[in-house]
């Protein structure tokens, strides 16, 4: 059984920094793309980034492009999210995903933790 755990959200203010990570277990973790999408109240869940099995392949939504940043150690089967500069509209909850091909469409990734509150400050 697949197991996703997310943490390291909270409440940081505008301008500062979070790191999030996601224990992944009961999968071939390089096997798998991993994800991180988030969803703030009121809205739909969105893509945020994506990193290949190998770490060689990485995508980022245009919202997040140059502040934050997604690697992974396969070794340990965990991934993090590190968040720089972060905006009071980065306030959502994440939530880290495992897919077995490459999207950045939610439905694609059959795989999901219980979600981290991050909450930005202005």
């Known amino acids: 059984q697949v197991q996703l755990v997310e943490s390291g959200g909270g409440l940081a203010q505008a301008g500062g920094s979070l790191r999030l990570s996601c224990a992944a277990s009961?999968?071939?973790?390089?096997?798998?793309?991993m994800g991180w999408f988030r969803q703030a109240p009121g809205k739909e869940r969105e893509f945020v980034a994506r990193?290949?099995?190998?770490?060689?392949?990485?995508t980022y939504a245009d919202s997040v492009k140059g502040r934050f940043s997604i690697s992974r150690d396969n070794a340990k089967n965990t991934v993090w999210l590190q968040m720089n500069s972060l905006k009071p509209e980065d306030t959502a909850v994440y939530y880290c995903?495992?897919?077995?091909?490459?999207?950045?469409?939610?439905?694609?990734?059959?795989?999901w933790g219980q979600g981290t509150q991050v909450t930005v400050s202005s």
């Open positions: 990193i290949s099995g190998s770490g060689g392949f990485i």
């Open positions: 009961g999968l071939t973790f390089s096997g798998y793309v």
């Open positions: 995903a495992a897919a077995n091909l490459i999207s950045t469409a939610p439905q694609a990734f059959g795989s």
